[in-house]
């Protein structure tokens, strides 16, 4: 399990998060959402040990996140961030092999060829692989990387595994969004715990166990998916008419109408 106990983190003197807590279960994928500025990536970076806390603690498996050696910490949990600029004309392939890294030398090339080729296919970028990052779209980097986080984590099938995901939606079309979300799902019902920052709440009712909203960086909701992403919170939080549509067994949110 990964927590956060009430957790604050400030960035450049103003408080971002306050008092924030949360947990995240092997086999479950928490969905945070919360308008623009709630503290969002913050929590993340917080949750991944690249934000110090100012208050509070984050504990992964019952030790506090601070105590982890960083090789240690690799080879338990993935993140995946906005922002993935490419630095070199890497091919595509290579760079999903990146997560091999924390394994080095321990594994033989056909299991981390095997890795690689089962993430990249998972993504939908096998045709990819022999392109230079660098000629690709920001939607197809992000599905690099985020085979890219599939591949850290492959090795330590049966172990505690966290993946924690910064918007990976944002920059894919509706076939890709729902193919990743999906893929997902399989990891957790795999024993992978996963927390991804989603905007759309539609997505998060369709895909995630439980959902955390921000608000101006407190916790303005938490639950099961089914109890918090519903037309009254999603209204006042996001200032924003919500109202059901559709059918009692197959409906979703219709905003600002």
Same mark, same amino acid.
């Given at each position: 399990?990964?927590?956060?106990?009430?957790?604050?983190?400030?960035?450049? !003197?103003?408080?971002? /998060?306050? +008092?924030?807590? *949360? %947990?995240?279960?092997?086999? $479950?994928? =928490? #969905?945070?959402?919360?308008?623009?500025?709630?503290?969002?990536?913050?929590?993340?970076?917080?949750?991944?040990?690249?934000?110090?806390?100012?208050? !509070?603690?984050?504990? /992964?498996? +019952?030790?506090? *996140? %601070?105590?982890?050696?960083? $090789?240690? =910490? #690799?080879?338990?949990?993935?993140?995946?961030?906005?922002?993935?600029?490419?630095?070199?004309a890497h091919a595509a392939a290579e760079v999903a092999g990146l !997560?091999?890294?924390?394994?080095? +030398?321990?594994?033989?090339?056909?299991?981390?060829? $095997?890795?690689?080729?089962?993430?990249?296919?998972?993504?939908?970028?096998?045709?990819?692989?022999?392109?230079?990052?660098?000629?690709?779209?920001?939607?197809?980097?992000?599905r690099v990387h985020l085979a890219r986080a599939l591949v850290q984590?492959?090795?330590?099938?049966?172990?505690?595994?966290?993946?924690?995901?910064?918007?990976?939606?944002?920059?894919?079309?509706?076939?890709?969004?729902?193919?990743?979300?999906?893929?997902?799902?399989?990891?957790?019902?795999?024993?992978?715990?996963?927390?991804?920052?989603?905007?759309?709440?539609?997505l998060a009712r369709r895909w995630a166990d439980d959902a955390l909203?921000?608000?101006?960086?407190?916790?303005?909701?938490?639950?099961?998916?089914?109890?918090?992403?519903?037309?009254?919170?999603?209204?006042?939080?996001?200032?924003?008419?919500?109202?059901?549509?559709?059918?009692?067994?197959?409906?979703?949110?219709?905003?600002?109408?």
């Amino acid at each position: 399990m990964l927590q956060a106990d009430t957790i604050s983190v400030n960035r450049s !003197g103003a408080k971002v /998060l306050d +008092g924030v807590s *949360l %947990s995240l279960e092997a086999g $479950r994928i =928490l #969905a945070v959402l919360g308008p623009n500025g709630a503290g969002k990536s913050s929590l993340l970076g917080a949750l991944a040990g690249d934000l110090p806390v100012a208050a !509070g603690k984050v504990l /992964l498996a +019952g030790r506090e *996140l %601070s105590s982890w050696d960083r $090789r240690e =910490l #690799a080879r338990t949990r993935a993140v995946v961030t906005q922002e993935n600029p490419p630095a070199f004309a890497h091919a595509a392939a290579e760079v999903a092999g990146l !997560g091999l890294l924390p394994w080095e +030398g321990m594994f033989s090339r056909a299991e981390e060829t $095997r890795w690689v080729g089962e993430a990249m296919a998972a993504m939908d970028v096998s045709a990819l692989a022999r392109r230079p990052v660098t000629e690709l779209s920001v939607g197809e980097r992000q599905r690099v990387h985020l085979a890219r986080a599939l591949v850290q984590l492959a090795p330590a099938a049966g172990k505690a595994r966290f993946l924690l995901l910064d918007e990976p939606v944002a920059s894919l079309d509706p076939r890709h969004q729902h193919l990743l979300l999906a893929a997902l799902r399989k990891l957790a019902g795999e024993g992978v715990a996963v927390l991804a920052v989603l905007h759309d709440v539609n997505l998060a009712r369709r895909w995630a166990d439980d959902a955390l909203i921000l608000r101006s960086g407190r916790a303005a909701a938490a639950g099961p998916v089914g109890g918090v992403l519903v037309p009254g919170v999603v209204s006042e939080v996001f200032e924003i008419p919500a109202r059901w549509v559709g059918t009692q067994e197959d409906r979703w949110l219709a905003l600002g109408c």
